[in-house]
């Protein structure tokens, strides 16, 4: 069964920081294209960083650029988001995504095949 689960939501203060966790199958984690999104009440859904399966490359949404780093750890199928210099802006249900998307690029995460339940930032 495919499953993306995530964890280390929570609630800080401005300019704290939080490490989202995502595990996943091994089938999910060979997917092309893995990041994070995001979705805040009565707010759009939000592509916030994606991971390239290839060489790893990376890419982020201009609003987290510099405060937000996406990792994986192939070997645990363990995909991560340090989010550091938090800001209430940030307060919002994060989603692990993965998929074939192509480019895999921050906008195209927020319509991939599989994501997690989510878990919740708060900034205050």
């Known amino acids: 069964q495919v499953q993306l689960v995530e964890s280390g939501g929570g609630s800080v203060q401005a300019g704290g920081s939080l490490r989202l966790s995502c595990v996943g199958s091994e089938y999910t984690f060979s997917s092309y294209c893995l990041g994070w999104f995001r979705q805040a009440p009565e707010k759009e859904r939000e592509g916030v960083a994606v991971i390239f399966s290839g060489d790893h490359s990376t890419y982020y949404a201009d609003s987290v650029k510099g405060r937000f780093t996406i990792s994986r750890d192939s070997a645990t199928n363990t995909a991560y988001l340090q989010m550091n210099n938090l800001s209430p802006e940030d307060t919002a249900m994060y989603y692990c995504?993965?998929?074939?998307?192509?480019?895999?690029?921050?906008?195209?995460?927020?319509?991939?095949?599989?994501r997690g339940q989510g878990t919740q930032v708060t900034v205050s």
């Open positions: 995504a993965a998929g074939s998307m192509y480019p895999c690029v921050v906008i195209n995460i927020i319509s991939a095949t599989y």
